[in-house]
């Protein structure tokens, strides 16, 4: 396994309940100044090509790099079987997926930034957004979720979290999310007139004056959207980030896949694996900090057992 700077310290399975955990995040108490959006603060002391890169790269596509890993999750396999035993129905890859890249972004607040404005910000949360189905048939609607974690959320706070916003749409008598109702209002609307509100949108967004309530349920806007394409069957495809929002990475994983290795005395062994694919904003931060975040996330994903306990510390961005 690949090593960065700063190692992590092998944690085993914590027999402390989550919520019996002294929380370690305390945010820090900042007053809103002028160039600060409602769901992120303005970085004013990022170098100066940093601060011309969104104006060189107008658009979120300009500026996009892919990037594919393969995570050994044949322990990470493991882990999500004994979490099913003890409890946590339906816990799977997803979960781990997600409570990593929470801790990720706690170590690495870096990758939680994004550009709207052409401004670079560090968001004020970490909010993932998802698309799922009502039901797993081709023909059920999909509706779009959007899930709020700390940055010192445990793997069991992060799948809590998540299941409550997944049961409470699914279980919805209406059909439709709050954003789904929102679409369906606009689209009925004649094309000029929407053509013109769409436009409206952009320049709101540019300026950060969306209102709150638009904000709570776009799912444009996040710290990351994440895909299961190994519910489909199928592996994962580079999915491109959007222009409207400020989304700035966007994550899919694939089928889990079985490889049979070699040991030095030539006795077969398998190990399973899945592939990863991801389309990020390289507005945001350079590719030394994103390659020391993807390895960080790996770290997490392979060996879960730690994201159990919380971090020994949450890092700030800077100013």
Same mark, same amino acid.
């Given at each position: 396994?690949? $090593?960065? &700077?700063? =190692?992590?310290? %092998?944690?085993?399975?914590?027999?402390?309940?989550?919520? #019996?955990?002294?929380?370690?995040?305390?945010?820090?108490?900042?007053?809103?100044?002028?160039?600060?959006?409602?769901?992120?603060?303005?970085?004013?002391?990022?170098?100066?090509?940093?601060?011309?890169?969104?104006?060189?790269?107008?658009?979120?596509?300009?500026?996009?790099?892919?990037?594919?890993?393969?995570?050994?999750?044949?322990?990470?396999?493991?882990?999500?079987?004994?979490?099913?035993?003890?409890?946590?129905?339906?816990?799977?890859?997803?979960?781990?997926?997600?409570?990593?890249?929470?801790?990720?972004?706690?170590?690495?607040?870096?990758?939680?930034?994004?550009?709207?404005?052409?401004?670079?910000?560090?968001?004020?949360?970490?909010?993932?957004?998802?698309?799922?189905?009502?039901?797993?048939?081709?023909?059920?609607?999909?509706?779009?979720?959007?899930?709020?974690? $700390?940055? &010192?959320? =445990?793997?069991? %706070?992060?799948?809590?979290?998540?299941?409550?916003?997944? #049961?409470?749409?699914?279980?919805?008598?209406?059909?439709?999310?709050?954003?789904?109702?929102?679409?369906?209002?606009?689209?009925?609307?004649?094309?000029?007139?929407?053509?013109?509100?769409?436009?409206?949108?952009?320049?709101?967004?540019?300026?950060?004056?969306?209102?709150?309530?638009?904000?709570?349920?776009?799912?444009?806007?996040?710290?990351?959207?994440?895909?299961?394409?190994?519910?489909?069957?199928?592996?994962?495809?580079?999915?491109?980030?959007?222009?409207?929002?400020?989304?700035?990475?966007?994550?899919?994983?694939?089928?889990?896949?079985?490889?049979?290795?070699?040991?030095?005395?030539?006795?077969?062994?398998?190990?399973?694996?899945?592939?990863?694919?991801?389309?990020?904003?390289?507005?945001?931060?350079?590719?030394?900090?994103?390659?020391?975040?993807?390895?960080?996330?790996?770290?997490?994903?392979?060996?879960?057992?730690?994201?159990?306990?919380?971090?020994?510390?949450?890092?700030?961005?800077?100013?």
């Amino acid at each position: 396994m690949d $090593e960065i &700077d700063e =190692t992590v310290a %092998e944690e085993t399975l914590s027999a402390v309940p989550s919520n #019996e955990q002294p929380r370690v995040y305390q945010p820090q108490k900042r007053k809103k100044r002028l160039g600060d959006r409602r769901d992120g603060r303005l970085l004013r002391t990022l170098y100066g090509m940093n601060k011309m890169m969104p104006f060189i790269m107008k658009d979120r596509s300009d500026g996009c790099n892919t990037y594919a890993d393969e995570f050994d999750v044949t322990e990470c396999d493991q882990f999500c079987k004994k979490m099913v035993r003890s409890g946590h129905s339906n816990f799977s890859f997803l979960h781990v997926m997600l409570a990593a890249y929470v801790r990720t972004a706690s170590q690495r607040p870096g990758i939680n930034r994004f550009v709207s404005g052409q401004r670079v910000y560090a968001r004020n949360n970490i909010e993932v957004c998802m698309t799922i189905k009502k039901e797993m048939k081709a023909s059920s609607p999909d509706t779009a979720i959007k899930v709020e974690f $700390e940055p &010192d959320d =445990t793997i069991e %706070e992060v799948y809590e979290k998540f299941n409550k916003v997944v #049961e409470a749409n699914k279980q919805s008598k209406d059909l439709d999310s709050d954003f789904d109702n929102v679409v369906s209002k606009l689209a009925s609307l004649p094309r000029p007139i929407l053509r013109f509100i769409v436009r409206i949108l952009f320049w709101l967004d540019y300026h950060g004056w969306l209102p709150k309530s638009l904000l709570s349920v776009s799912p444009f806007h996040g710290s990351m959207i994440i895909t299961s394409m190994g519910s489909l069957g199928i592996r994962p495809i580079y999915h491109h980030i959007y222009n409207f929002g400020n989304l700035p990475i966007f994550f899919a994983y694939g089928i889990k896949r079985r490889r049979t290795h070699y040991s030095p005395e030539g006795k077969p062994y398998t190990r399973k694996f899945i592939e990863i694919k991801a389309v990020t904003d390289e507005r945001i931060c350079d590719g030394f900090y994103y390659a020391s975040a993807f390895k960080l996330m790996r770290q997490y994903v392979e060996k879960p057992e730690q994201l159990m306990r919380r971090p020994e510390k949450v890092f700030e961005d800077i100013d």
